[in-house]
């Protein structure tokens, strides 16, 4: 390939990711009201949403679960604990979350517990240690999907993990025509915005209609 064609290569898949990015609404962590910081309440919001959209169930009703959970004040793993199972099962049923409601209530339970015992509730405890993915699947609720999910959102704050894109954004990827290596997509974008494009490439996964009209648009830039 020569040059020239590299450079022409690169800039189509800039515009794509442009065109991308002007058409996510935000991150499923900023449209659950998560202002993701490496502070305890946030971390711990982004696992619960990880729990929440790693079931079988659509993206916008996981999100709305975790709103309302974080609505009726379980907005950390000490509140989550002391709130009550049928507390815990209600909430979830208010943001749609039915068809796991009671056995996802039970799951978040037991998590919060283990993280208040094993971390004091603190996930920036998790990071120090030696394997921090394997030890979030510890984690009641969360198996590798949920792992990948609260690993692709938490880079910008725990930038020894970026760039992280799963396999479900690189499904995106493919879609979209761009780059399948990590390092590559990285080089589309400021390393701020890399949460933000993990999360656009599965939006495109996961919504053709999304893809086909980010590529249209990148062909008319």
């Known amino acids: 390939m020569t040059t ?11 515009a794509v990711v442009r065109a991308l990015l002007d058409r996510q609404e ?3 962590a900023a449209q659950a009201g998560i202002r993701l910081r490496n502070s305890p309440g946030p971390l711990y919001q982004t696992l619960v949403l990880a729990i929440l959209l790693s ?3 659509r993206a916008d009703i996981a999100v709305a679960a975790a709103r309302a959970l974080f609505d ?11 709130a009550s199972w049928q507390e815990r099962v209600d909430a979830l049923g208010r943001g749609g979350y039915r ?3 009671e056995r996802t209530a039970t799951l978040l339970g037991k998590g919060a517990e283990l993280l208040l015992e094993r971390y004091n ?6 990071r120090e240690e030696p394997d921090p993915k394997k030890a979030l699947l510890d984690v ?15 880079q910008g704050v725990w930038p020894e993990f970026a760039p992280y894109i799963d396999r479900k954004a690189l499904d995106g990827a493919k879609r979209l025509g761009l780059p399948t290596s990590s390092e590559r997509l990285a080089g589309l974008v400021d390393q701020r915005e890399m949460p933000r494009l993990a999360d656009g490439l599965v939006h495109a996964a ?13 062909r008319s830039a």
């Open 4 to 14: 020239k064609t590299m450079q022409k290569t690169r800039q189509t898949e800039k």
């Open 26 to 28: 935000g991150t499923y």
């Open 55 to 57: 079931a079988r169930i």
């Open 72 to 82: 009726a004040g379980m907005r950390d793993a000490r509140s989550m604990a002391n």
């Open 99 to 101: 068809r796991y409601d």
């Open 121 to 126: 509730g603190d996930l920036r405890r998790l």
């Open 140 to 154: 009641p609720g969360i198996g590798p999907t949920g792992a990948d999910i609260f690993l692709r959102d938490v």
């Open 206 to 218: 996961l919504d053709k209609p999304l893809a086909e009209d980010v590529l249209a648009a990148a």
